[in-house]
């Protein structure tokens, strides 16, 4: 039976409208024999055991999860194959859905079936042997059919090297994936999936490494060799009393900010920004892919986008990634608002507040406070977002059903009915010179091949500014500013008060009818 007959049962319980996980839609490769385990909060805990099999994932709920110590049999229900681009998902599985709650990527792996069995025939008849070398998870197993159900099967651990007497899975909270805990998802989902990605920032140890570099040297940022050369080039020169701020600088900072940045990056196309001599120089735009990119970055062609711009367009997936385009003096980071896989579909609907000359932030305040009122009476969640320059973005999460050309057209209807408030602030001309110094709300933006800039992407300016997620009732705080952090700083403000943004990444909502 194929793959995809097998994921019969799986799509039926799951509304992909609501929910972001795999729809098992995408065309995705079999890459081998890897196996996942999720440990996944719904209305009871448990952990998801899934073996790369068939074209799918074979899949089992494990209430007590999986453990080392070969004393212990634990109960392990059949469940329905999952799509293989499941995978590496991580998030939340909206209430209310099949499933409902937080799930973290708890390990993962290859495995191999121990003997010449084929692991479905082995599954059908109730019994597979099998090894596992995960990061958590290795040695001998045996998951065999037992119960009053076909359902109903033990896992075991075989005694073995690998056994640990007494080994708990809730003694390793953390995900293999992106380093956090349930709890941490649950707080900022930031779900983006893909078969590629591992958002984990950095170790201390390869931080030190980094520190250590001169010259034309290779960085090991986790299995990737990461060339890199100029460190101490200046790229940002100190002014007013800050610091400058070298090539190294960059590349720390994008890299250690991969678990923040990486949500809205993986599995997009991203057009590029650089500025390999400093910012005191002219940036180059890139929207196809550097061509000594590394051959661990993903490229992605799309022969339909317009003037076929974006073909062989570069997919930033790895703290790794980002540390090597850091180094190649690329500055922001402006990801498609579509993903690879469906790229006429737009997951975000986004309003850009663009100042004029006149416009004062306290103006931009103003249209981003009436937007706030506008989305909560039709029930919408959105966030806004400085720009680390002038303005502010306002960031709405939307379902893969709107194709651009209907979001575009949403968004203007909205800004119109915004702007018919306060007509002395806004301009509808395109052109910079004939708008009076007025604002524009940019609602153009809303097309495929076209960005904004991503959350915690640095801006080329003085200081090294920072976009950034805020809280809708930052809006009237009267110390906001939009280039209000900054390279240095906006860590403290991640760490005490987390992605704003985030909890919104992946929410499938429809948009409205506007009267």
Request: proline share 7%.
């Amino acid at each position: 039976m194929g793959g995809t007959d097998r994921l019969a049962d799986y799509k039926a319980k799951r509304d992909f409208d609501t929910t972001g996980e795999p729809s098992g839609a995408a065309s995705t490769l079999p890459i081998g024999h890897r196996f996942v385990v999720q440990r996944h909060r719904a209305s009871h805990l448990h952990y998801d055991l899934r073996l790369e099999a068939a074209g799918v994932l074979l899949s089992w709920a494990v209430p007590k999860g999986p453990t080392l110590d070969p004393a212990v049999k634990r109960l392990a229900v059949h469940v329905e194959d999952h799509p293989l681009d499941y995978f590496d998902f991580e998030g939340i599985i909206p209430a209310g859905e099949y499933g409902g709650g937080d799930v973290i990527v708890w390990d993962w792996g290859t495995w191999e079936s121990d003997g010449d069995t084929d692991p479905a025939v082995a599954v059908e008849r109730g019994d597979l042997h099998f090894n596992l070398d995960g990061e958590k998870l290795a040695g001998r197993f045996v998951l065999v059919q037992r119960g009053r159900t076909e359902r109903d099967w033990l896992l075991i651990k075989k005694d073995d090297d690998a056994a640990h007497g007494g080994w708990n899975p809730e003694d390793h909270p953390q995900s293999v994936k992106s380093g956090r805990t349930n709890d941490e998802v649950l707080a900022a989902p930031a779900q983006t999936w893909s078969s590629s990605a591992s958002w984990a920032a950095p170790t201390a140890d390869e931080l030190v490494a980094l520190d250590d570099l001169s010259g034309r040297a290779r960085w090991q940022v986790g299995e990737h060799d990461v060339p890199l050369s100029g460190l101490d080039d200046v790229l940002f020169p100190a002014r007013g009393g800050q610091r400058p701020l070298m090539r190294r600088d960059l590349v720390r900072y994008l890299a250690t900010m991969a678990p923040a940045i990486l949500p809205y990056l993986a599995d997009r196309a991203i057009v590029l920004h650089r500025f390999p001599h400093g910012i005191d120089h002219d940036g180059i735009w890139h929207r196809s892919a550097l061509r000594n990119a590394p051959d661990w970055i993903r490229r992605w062609r799309h022969d339909d986008a317009a003037s076929g711009k974006a073909a062989g367009a570069l997919v930033v997936n790895s703290a790794a990634a980002l540390g090597w385009l850091a180094g190649q003096g690329v500055v922001e980071l402006h990801p498609w608002l579509s993903t690879v896989d469906d790229p006429q579909h737009p997951t975000w609907a986004m309003v850009d507040i663009d100042p004029g000359a006149s416009t004062t932030f306290d103006d931009v305040l103003v249209l981003a406070r009436l937007h706030r009122t506008a989305l909560d009476h039709l029930g919408l969640e959105a966030r806004p977002k400085v720009t680390g320059r002038r303005g502010i973005q306002i960031w709405i999460p939307i379902a893969r059903r709107h194709s651009f050309e209907e979001t575009r057209a949403w968004v203007e209807s909205l800004s119109r009915m915004v702007a018919s408030t306060v007509p002395d602030l806004v301009s509808w001309e395109w052109e910079v010179d004939r708008r009076k110094g007025r604002a524009r709300l940019d609602y153009t933006q809303n097309a495929i091949n076209k960005t904004l800039v991503a959350p915690f992407s640095p801006r080329p300016a003085s200081g090294a500014p920072v976009s950034v997620p805020i809280e809708w009732d930052e809006l009237d705080d009267p110390e906001v500013r939009p280039d209000w952090w900054n390279i240095d700083t906006v860590g403290a403000r991640l760490a005490e008060h987390g992605d704003s943004l985030a909890p919104l990444v992946g929410v499938a909502q429809s948009l409205p009818e506007l009267a």
